[in-house]
């Protein structure tokens, strides 16, 4: 296995059956969680730019010769989507002084959000896909993932607001 493939599918992780991109974000977590613990959001704010400039490189480098643009192996993106969406539970939990763990409802909705705006790519993030370029794999993600970090941020609002949680 080369560098590039084992950027591009996180380690192996993409070649998990079923859904490898559902696998790739489950491994975004953890290591969320590691870059928070050790660095909080700003380490997970420069994880995420390396590792979207890294899975550009890979993807560039493992889609070169073949036909499909977005090989469903390649899960560096949703590493680099689920980052984004879990921002703002890294930064909320900074803020707050209290665990990132602490905030586990944010979690699921997080993955949950992630996943769905993922699969159904509505507005920018089907034109971001429809590029059929590397960075076109990246960029539906991390656009995904913003949508999913919108969400988390109107559902904790809904529940530390209205609901007095």
Known sequence: ???????????????????????????????????????????????????????????TAVTRWGDDHDPSYVVIDEVVGQWVALLPLSFGAWHAGVSVFDLWPGWIAAFVLFRLFDIFKPGPIGWADRRHTPLGVMLDDVIAGVFAAIGVIALAALAHGLMGA
């Not at 080369?2 to 591009?8: K, R």
């Open 1 to 59: 296995m080369t560098i590039a493939q084992i950027v591009a599918t996180v380690g192996g992780v993409g070649y998990l059956r079923p859904a490898p991109g559902t696998w790739g974000s489950a491994a975004a977590l953890p290591l969320a969680a590691l870059l928070h613990l050790i660095g909080g959001p700003w380490l997970l704010v420069i994880g995420i730019v390396a590792a979207f400039f890294e899975g550009l490189w890979a993807t």
